[in-house]
């Protein structure tokens, strides 16, 4: 395996490099075993603690992931392909289909937690909501699963006096979801503005998306606005990093 890639690198950087392209040229394939910490040494010449920065650059961009007392594993998994428009079109959630299904491409997504209750609204979600600080909101929070692992936490805020005595306020939405429930409400949600950032997961977030150390992951805070411009919904979503593509397409 031949160094590529600037000699002004660090070593770690330029052995990343290196096996970050014999990955994508498909040397290692999806499960398969890297070179460990001792192969690397004899190849590179170089102290053990280079060889652990290397692999440790490539697990926190998620491309591999450490399996204690075995080695390190290229990460079996497809990206999910989040079309942040499309998805949220109301022809497709006014036709009783859910926004997540047009994540899974066929897959099988599945939320495999969903708790539903009443809580007062934080300052942040009361703002946005046009809520007086405390007032009620109905929280909905999910961990969706796709191909059997934890990709996405979602937690949605509604004003509780709007949905109470809706389907909203059950773990089941029924056919197109919260959407359009809202619609039934005469509340349509004909606006989205999504806004994206990205830090470090808190140590719940990486448990339960069963995180390898050092994987960030993408915040995405969503609100929906009716045709008065009203919010009427606050989504608040927490990504695995290295589980999405986020694609966003634009008319000209």
């Known amino acids: 395996m031949s160094s590529r890639g600037s000699g002004r690198q660090p070593k770690y950087q330029r052995i990343a490099t290196d096996m970050r392209a014999a990955i994508e040229a498909g040397e290692y394939g999806p499960g398969e075993r890297l070179p460990g910490e001792n192969d690397l040494m004899a190849t590179y010449g170089v102290a053990r603690m280079t060889a652990r920065q290397a692999l440790g650059v490539l697990q926190a961009e998620g491309i591999v992931e450490a399996r204690k007392g075995a080695g390190v594993f290229v990460r079996h998994f497809k990206p999910i392909r989040r079309r942040g ?3 949220l079109a109301h022809a497709r959630w006014g036709e009783g289909r859910s926004v997540w299904e047009a994540d899974a491409a066929g897959r099988e997504l ?18 946005v909501l046009d ?12 961990r969706y699963t796709l191909d059997g692992k934890p990709v996405l936490l979602s937690t949605s805020y509604l004003s509780a006096d709007l949905v ?5 306020t059950q773990p089941d939405t029924g056919p197109g979801g919260v959407y359009a429930r809202l619609e039934e409400l005469g ?25 390898p ?18 919010a009427v919904e606050v989504n608040e979503m ?3 990093s290295a589980a999405y593509v986020l694609e966003y ?4």
């Open 164 to 168: 109470s005595g809706t389907a909203i």
């Open 249 to 252: 397409g634009f008319e000209a």
């Open 85 to 87: 428009v499309e998805r």
């Open 131 to 142: 809520l007086a600080e405390g007032q009620r909101v109905c929280v909905r929070r999910r």
């Open 187 to 211: 509340r349509r949600p004909v606006r989205f503005r999504e806004e994206i950032r990205s830090r470090m997961p808190g140590r719940d977030e990486a448990e339960r998306l069963a995180l």
């Open 110 to 127: 599945v939320v495999d937690a969903v708790e539903v209750g009443e809580e007062d609204a934080t300052p942040v979600v009361a703002a």
């Open 213 to 230: 150390p050092g994987v960030p992951v993408v915040l995405v805070a969503r609100t929906a606005f009716d045709a008065d411009t009203a």
């Open 238 to 240: 927490v990504l695995d």
